[in-house]
């Protein structure tokens, strides 16, 4: 096809690419969210960020860093503690990161049809469609991350030094949400080594300033770490492979990674991305083209990360989500600027853009009822059981409480444990949720000492439903009675689980 036949093919039969079609599509999508989220309560890794919440804000804690906690402190800020509360700026930051995908698709290559799709797609990728939904690290991890991006193709565009302190803030803000983003670092640095525009930018003492800029907002997070013998970091980067390669594990992790991309993604939106990194890789003219290389080489430390990871371990699927900003616009890009020379192969890559989009935003909807009503049958055991039936147990937890004389609840488990203590503090009930084990975890709480506790207490219990409760306990080297169990009915009010409550009484 000549440039005219293609400009036309780009530009036909995509009436959802206009700017128009775009804001409205997101701002329903954002109502849903909203809607879902009043529909349903926390899953286990909300309530226990929640938890954190719930005390003194740290530099740091165990499991990530504490961006997270900042998203669920500014929803409390406007709504009080609720679950929406707790949910509220991932939720918000689903309009945030589109915004910086549609800008920087433009800046970068000029294209509203590139914009347009570049941000339903990421939009209405399953990883962000839930990623900015529910709270968990990974949404303030993603928007910062999302919006280094857009700094740098700031700077790429308008040659303005400036943008690199707005890069190095960015960037030490999602160091302070998840340490993925140290990859991030490295990206940009290889960026600017393979092209010789941006060589230019070491010269620029702006560069240096927005690096020790992201450093310097890091650093209240790597103080926590070496006051607690680097735990959190010992803890993330003890997940990298340790053992020899093997040829089972590797084809068993790595096919599971893909698998998982190419579901969180889409599967549409996945071909159009490997199709994009493999035509850049392999044509000279695309690789010399920064804007674009800005898009893969920043992506590509993680992504090399992620394939060495899983020829070894598993890689959990929300790992590379902070990359799918730009993921989205380098499979927008490809499948506006680019067709398969097979007539058959271009028909079926014209429809699948087509589709894409809407095809997404459908399922996206099936899921989103699903959760909300539960109107399809499904297997127990999955995290969507968790989505309700807690302000029951907070409420007969309470009622025992009362009974016993007490208001201190222990229990095992952080994701039991934040549940408890989230929904209690929702319902209003005066009671404290402590571990009973695993209290590296929870140096943000002032932890009383075993052997000072005089009692009553009660211990909180995870129990399947069928299970014969014991009659008694052992809490703290002391036999605690069994009291009752509470079952607790999840989405739909289908019988999910029993928490069993034992009662430790006074020495």
Not at 173 to 180: A, D, E, I, V
Not at 320 to 334: D, N
Not at 359 to 386: E, N, R, W
């Amino acid at each position: 096809m000549d440039k005219a036949d293609i400009d036309g093919v780009r530009r036909r039969n995509i009436p959802w690419a206009s700017s128009r079609a775009v804001v409205l599509v997101i701002a329903v999508l954002l109502a849903a969210k909203l809607l879902v989220a009043l529909a349903t309560g926390l899953v286990g890794d909300e309530a226990y960020y929640t938890l954190w919440s719930l005390y003194p804000l740290q530099a740091g804690y165990f499991d990530h860093p504490p961006g997270v906690v900042w998203f669920i402190r500014a929803g409390q800020a406007l709504l009080g503690e609720t679950p929406l509360a707790s949910r509220l700026a991932a939720i918000l930051a689903t309009v945030i990161c589109a915004l910086a995908v549609w800008r920087t698709a433009w800046v970068l290559f000029a294209d509203r049809t590139i914009a347009a799709l570049g941000t339903l797609w990421f939009s209405f990728s399953l990883g962000v469609a839930v990623g900015l939904l529910i709270i968990t690290p990974d949404a303030p991890s993603l928007m910062f991350w999302t919006l280094a991006i857009w700094a740098a193709a700031e700077l790429h565009a308008s040659r303005n030094a400036w943008w690199w302190l707005a890069f190095g803030l960015f960037a030490g803000l999602g160091l302070q949400s998840k340490y993925t983003v140290f990859f991030l670092g490295a990206g940009i640095v290889a960026w600017l080594l393979v092209y010789p525009q941006a060589r230019r930018w070491f010269r620029a003492w702006q560069l240096y300033a927005g690096g020790v800029l992201a450093l310097a907002v890091f650093w209240p997070v790597m103080g926590w770490n070496i006051e607690h013998d680097f735990a959190s970091l010992g803890f993330q980067f003890g997940r990298s492979p340790d053992a020899a390669m093997s040829f089972a594990r590797a084809m068993r992790h790595f096919p599971e990674f893909l698998a998982s991309q190419a579901g969180l993604l889409w599967p549409g939106l996945f071909v159009f991305v490997v199709a994009g990194i493999v035509l850049f890789l392999r044509r000279r003219e695309y690789r010399a083209n920064p804007a674009l290389g800005l898009l893969v080489l920043t992506a590509a430390p993680a992504l090399l990360y992620f394939f060495w990871h899983a020829l070894n371990k598993r890689v959990e699927g929300n790992w590379p989500l902070p990359l799918y900003g730009q993921l989205s616009l380098i499979g927008a890009w490809v499948a506006v600027t680019w067709f398969p020379a097979g007539a058959r192969m271009r028909a079926f890559w014209l429809w699948l853009r087509r589709w894409q989009a809407p095809l997404s935003l459908l399922l996206i909807g099936v899921l989103f009822i699903q959760v909300s009503l539960a109107p399809i049958p499904v297997p127990a055991g999955l995290s969507t059981d968790d989505m309700a039936g807690w302000e029951e147990i907070a409420d007969g937890m309470e009622t025992l409480a009362e009974e016993a004389g007490t208001a201190t609840v222990f229990a095992d488990g952080y994701d039991l444990i934040g549940q408890l203590q989230a929904y209690a503090r929702f319902g209003g009930h005066d009671l404290a949720v402590l571990p009973v084990a695993g209290l590296f975890r929870f140096t943000f709480m002032d932890l009383p000492d075993p052997d000072s506790i005089e009692g009553p207490v009660l211990l909180a219990v995870r129990a399947s439903l069928d299970a014969e409760p014991p009659s008694s306990r052992e809490l703290f080297g002391r036999s605690a009675r069994y009291l009752s169990g509470l079952v607790r009915s999840g989405p739909g009010g289908r019988p999910v689980e029993r928490i069993d409550f034992y009662q430790l009484d006074g020495r």
